[in-house]
């Protein structure tokens, strides 16, 4: 299974980016696809998952209202859309992938393949 995370940058504070992971060697529709960031001295935290099958979400706190989560079927691709960034959410993003459970999963420990991490710098 291989994660390929993309579409990371720098970006101004209150401007947008859109990461994509492409996913090879695993069926998606068994799978949850999530999204973690890690920032420096800081633990890696859950931001956003989808459940490929259902498209049931599940949304950080932190990142409501702001943040969305999309799939390509045909891709095999899944996009995090994210508007309105502030600097807070300056990190490597990393994407995983882990399997169907009754709730959609929010601890790193769930998942079982990870992507190679993609930078976000948000200045103010």
């Known amino acids: 299974v291989q994660l390929q995370a993309s579409g990371g940058g720098l970006v101004q504070a209150g401007g947008s980016l859109r990461l994509a992971c492409a996913t090879s060697?695993?069926?998606?529709?068994?799978?949850?696809m999530g999204w973690f960031r890690q920032a420096p001295g800081k633990e890696r935290e859950f931001v956003i998952a989808?459940?490929?099958?259902?498209?049931?979400?599940r949304y950080a706190d932190a990142v409501k209202g702001r943040f969305t989560i999309s799939r390509d079927n045909a891709k095999n691709t899944v996009y995090l859309q994210m508007n309105s960034l502030e600097p807070e959410d300056t990190a490597v993003y990393y994407c995983?992938?882990?399997?169907?459970?009754?709730?959609?999963?929010?601890?790193?420990?769930?998942?079982?393949?990870w992507g190679q991490g993609t930078q976000v710098t948000v200045s103010s």
């Open positions: 995983a992938a882990g399997p169907i459970r009754a709730v959609v999963p929010t601890s790193p420990r769930e998942y079982d393949y």
């Open positions: 989808i459940r490929w099958n259902t498209g049931s979400t």
């Open positions: 060697g695993r069926t998606l529709s068994s799978s949850t």
